[in-house]
Each structure stands twice: as structure tokens, then as C-alpha cells.
């Protein structure tokens, strides 16, 4: 409006009714109604009143709400179609209107840019306006179909980990009802129901893990504190398997939940020790700069290929015999929780590094 075309001395034209008309299709009398005023007003402040412009544009107004409960009805070929034809049908009538209150001249450039232009101008913004739209609709459904899937998947695997030591537990003690089994025979299979029961209860608590919101408050964290622990709970385990656990660890604090903090870093570390099969260390090696903390977690394992790396953190995808995938997803996600991110590099026969960059926090 600030540019418009000079038709004539007294007549100035734009593409104004563009705009217009699309919010008046769209949105009806309650979208029309402000943009009228607003068309109007600019209008008035610009070039002065005129009663011929705000003749055309009521009855571009009356015609187009009206016209607009009928447009949302149609289809995006019909919408495409109807804005143009009904655009060019109020730029004929809103002519013979200027003709009938001014005696108005109409000339061969009126007749290009106010009659012939907006159609086709209204009908290439609504294209625009309908893909995108449709765009909109299918990355919607597609992000719903997505959760559904990862719930689906989710439910079927937690119900089949979780079946696979329940039938263990019922084989045993049903063989424990037989009158002349062995104590020491009995013993050894309540013992493996224990284990298996364990193992139940464990798939239970990271699945509650990965599913309960992250606590909304948040303390300070001592990261060396909590790495010490966290090394000190693994150390047993490691020595059972033959690995060694070397750290270099720094005073550093974080935001976050203690428990969800010890959790992640158990998971990641605990996977390191399994994944060494003959020996060898898990390092655990700490950096801090001026705004993060860089936990890098690196071990001698088997190592994991392109495919496997482009997994990892996916629910039930695991690289060990009985593992769930479960406790690699807890940690991803209680990282994300925390403001983080993470990397993972790994080499076949190279062993696997992980590392874990979090806000610090600053002394007050």
C-alpha cells in the first residue's frame, strides 16, 4: 500500500484485497472485520478518504465472510479454484460498483491489476497456504504413528523380557513340588529363581526410570563425589570380570538429581565392564572448562559397528546376550534431562568411547 501502481491521478492501486480476501476466506467474519479496519484506516492515513474504496471493500467484506463458511468446506483442488473464480467475481462487481457511484474510467491497466492479476495472485497464495498445510498434517500424523509404534514396541518387549524369567521362575517351582528332591538341589533352584526374579525386577525399574518425568528440583551435584560412588558400587564386578577401572576425576559441579545421576553413569560404565570379554580397563577421565563438564567414559571391548552405534539408546537393542537395551536408553535419556549431550565413537576390535558434556554450575 505504501507503493501502490498509479492507475490514474485520483485512482491508486495495490494489491491489497490479496491479503485480504485470503484472511476474509480463511477466517471468516472474525478475521475480516479487524483486517477491513486496518485496510481502511492505512488507507485514509496514506492517500485520504474516499467513500468508492470504502464501498468496494464492505462489499468485498459482506460477500467474502459470507463466502467463507462454504470455502473451508471444500476440497484443496476446490479451494484452489473457487478463491480465483470468486476473487475475479468481486473485482467485476466491485467495478460496476465504482462505475455506478463515480462515473470511474476503467482502463486497460485497471483492467490488469485490479480484475486480472489478484486471482491468479490469491490462487497461487492459497496453494501455498493448502501445502503447506497438508505438510503440517502428514509430519503430525507421522509423529503420532512414531509414538505409537515406540509405545507398541515398548509394551511387546517389556512383555516378553519380563515373561522370560517369570517362566523360569514357574519351571523351578514346579520342579520344587516333587517330594524327593535334594535340599541342595532345592536350594540351587531357589537360587535361580532369585536371580531370575532380579532380573524382572530390574527390566521393571529402568522401564519406571525412562518413563517417570525428571524431578523438578534440581541440587547441586559434586561430580567427583558422585563418579566415586559410582566406581566404588562397580568395582566388585569389575574385578569379577577381570577389568580394571581407572579414573581421573576433578571437582566440578552440576545441575541435577542425585539418584538420576548415579543411574546414568552405572549404566554406561556397568556396559563397558560387559563389553570387555579377556581382560582389560574401563577409563574413566573427566574435563572442565569455563561452562561444561566433558565425562568421557572409554573401554576395551569388542567395539561396536556403524549399524550398532546408529542404535544405540534404542529400547531392546543390546549387544549382550540377556540384555534388554534398556539401561543404554535410561542414561540417553537422563542426559537429555539434564540439559546435556552426548557422543559415541567405537571401532570393531577397538573397544567403545562415550562422552557425556554438561552444564556446569557456577559458584554464586
Known sequence: MKYPIYIAPDCVHDLRQVPFLLGTFYGGWTVSFPLL???????????????????????????GSL?????????????LFASGVVTFILAIVATILAIVISDFQVTESYIIHFILVPPFAVSFVVLIV?????????????????????????A?????????????????????????ILAET???YINIALEELNRACAIID???TF???????????????????????????ANMSGVDIVSTLMPAKVSGNAQYFRQCFLNIIKNGIEAIQHGGAVY??????????????????????????????EPYFSMKQKGTGLGAMVAVRIIEMMNGTWTIKSKVGSGTTMTVTLPLLLEK
Open 211 to 237: 518413563a517417570k518425568p525428571f524431578p523438578e528440583k534440581m541440587e547441586p551435584l559434586d561430580v567427583h563425589h558422585e563418579l566415586t560412588k559410582v566406581i566404588d558400587m562397580l568395582r566388585p564386578l
Open 186 to 188: 532345592r536350594e540351587q
Open 67 to 79: 463466502f467463507s463458511p462454504i470455502f473451508q468446506r471444500l476440497s484443496r483442488k476446490q479451494r
Open 130 to 154: 493448502e501445502t503447506l498445510r497438508e505438510a503440517l498434517l502428514v509430519r503430525s500424523e507421522a509423529i503420532k504413528l512414531e509414538k505409537m509404534e515406540v509405545v507398541s514396541q515398548l
Open 284 to 313: 574413566v577421565h573427566m574435563h572442565v572448562d569455563e561452562r561444561t563438564v566433558t565425562i568421557v567414559v572409554r573401554d576395551e571391548g569388542a567395539g561396536m559397528t556403524k549399524e550398532e552405534i546408529a542404535r544405540f539408546g
Open 37 to 63: 479496519l486496518i485496510l481502511l484506516l492505512a488507507r485514509w492515513v496514506m492517500y485520504g478518504y474516499q467513500f468508492i474504496t470504502v464501498a468496494v471493500y464492505v462489499m468485498m467484506f459482506v460477500f
Open 206 to 208: 529402568d522401564y519406571l
Open 156 to 180: 511387546a518387549s517389556i512383555s516378553h523380557e519380563i515373561r522370560n524369567p517369570l517362566t523360569v521362575v514357574k519351571g523351578f517351582l514346579q520342579l520344587m513340588k516333587s517330594k524327593d
